[in-house]
């Protein structure tokens, strides 16, 4: 009779142990504990009662497999990850051939999502404890994940939000930095768009004057997307109108000003490829430097297309820029200009073909003798003709400017 009692009394403990380690585990998850010390509680509840000595918990990522979150128990060094197969999540050892008793697979809405490897330490009499609790062990283990999984969920969602927050600031610091109206000139017409991707990037234009009888243009994008983009680019656009200022027209010691400026605020991490240049009302001709951006389109009145391509390395690759050349071209009346980022002659097909310069020229000479905002229209039709329902892969800006 009292070995009966004893028996039974040891039950109701072990019972008594297992309500409150789920209780333990829930209100340390209730009360926002730390990963860390939820897994020491898991690891504790099942080592000081059941005796379950040597365990490792497996739980899924974003990435796929699953990381090792905590272990115990193993004199040596178990795999940081595991994958299930259509068998089921594979046998593990250490290193030093040590394993485990069972696997306890754990699923969120059918799918695998963590797996407890558990076992003894010393072999002893009788059924193993692993085996005698398996369904306890299963549930905590269950509970655990669940709420480690929901915080990865939860995690994941705040990121999220911060991402699409960061997109939002960028796309509004993008809209101050590209002018959406132009001042009206008696020399050249001006049009020009913006046309962001998925992802805010630093596309950059602008066309303002250096003094009465000089007008700058500029066409610039830096490498990257976000916020971080944007706001390069926007200390960018500031240092361009600093360079020219006090009515400056030496287009060398701009750009080997901005290289500095840009090496300053990137860091190295970033650079721009950037094409500016200066045109002269009295002369009717444009000096320009083309720091490793898309050779903007020269348009000549004879229907003649000019690439202009001298200039520089990008801006912000290399301390010194190692050369700068400066491009030098007449602009008779009638030639047009366009300025354009790399989304524009990148853009693909369905077969995977590329706009190309070709089309552009095409485009644009077809239209000649038009107003830049004609012009422009005609070159984004045959754009969209050409892609049809190919998503559009990158950020486009467009500048056009016809000269009376």
């Known amino acids: 009779m009292t070995e009966r009692v004893g028996r039974l009394e040891r039950r109701l403990g072990v019972q008594d142990y297992k309500l409150n380690a789920l209780l333990d585990v829930t209100r340390a998850i209730n009360s926002s504990a730390t990963e860390e010390d939820l897994l020491g509680r898991f690891r504790r509840s099942l080592a000081e009662h059941l005796h379950i000595d040597r365990l490792a918990l497996y739980v899924s990522g974003e990435a796929g497999g699953a990381r090792l979150v905590v272990s115990t128990g193993c004199a040596g060094t178990l795999p940081e990850a595991v994958s299930p197969s259509a068998a089921g999540w ?11 008793d069972v696997e306890v697979p754990v699923l969120l809405q059918g799918e695998p999502v963590a797996v407890l490897y558990a076992g003894i330490a010393e072999e002893g009499h009788g059924v193993s404890p692993v085996v005698k609790h398996f369904k306890f062990i299963q549930t905590l283990t269950n509970v655990l994940v669940v709420a480690l999984k929901n915080r990865q969920f939860a995690e994941n969602a705040l990121r999220q939000e911060a991402t699409r927050r960061e997109l939002e600031l960028a796309a509004e610091l993008q809209a101050m930095l590209v002018p959406t109206e132009w001042p009206e000139d008696k020399d050249v017409d001006l049009s020009a768009l913006y046309r962001p991707h998925r992802e805010v990037g630093g596309d950059y234009y602008d066309v303002f004057a250096v003094n009465p009888n000089v007008l700058a243009f500029c066409m610039a994008d830096v490498s990257g997307k976000g916020i971080s983009a944007a706001f390069v680019m926007s200390n960018f656009q500031a240092n361009v109108r600093t360079a020219f200022q006090f009515g400056g027209t030496d287009l060398e010691v701009a750009v080997r000003g ?4 840009v090496m300053e605020s990137a860091r190295g991490e970033k650079y721009i490829t950037l094409f500016i240049a200066l045109y002269d009302r009295t002369t009717r001709r444009m000096r320009y430097v083309n720091s490793g951006h898309n050779p903007p389109l ?5 229907g003649t297309a000019v690439g202009l391509h001298f200039g520089s390395v ?4 290399f301390p010194e820029l190692p050369s700068i050349e400066v491009g030098d071209v007449e602009i008779p009346r009638g030639s047009v200009l366009v300025c354009y980022t790399d989304g524009l002659v990148e853009q693909e097909d369905a077969e995977g073909i590329p706009f190309g310069n070709t089309r552009l020229e095409s485009a644009v000479r077809e239209r000649r003798g038009m107003g830049a905002a004609a012009i422009q229209a005609g070159v984004l039709a045959g754009l969209e003709a050409f892609r049809g329902a190919t998503p559009a892969f990158d950020d486009t800006a467009l500048l056009t400017a016809a000269f009376r």
């Open 258 to 261: 901005l290289n500095a400026r």
């Open 90 to 100: 594979p046998a593990v050892t250490s290193d030093r051939g040590e394993g485990f």
């Open 314 to 317: 990008g801006l912000g690759m």
């Open 298 to 302: 020269l348009m000549l009145p004879d």
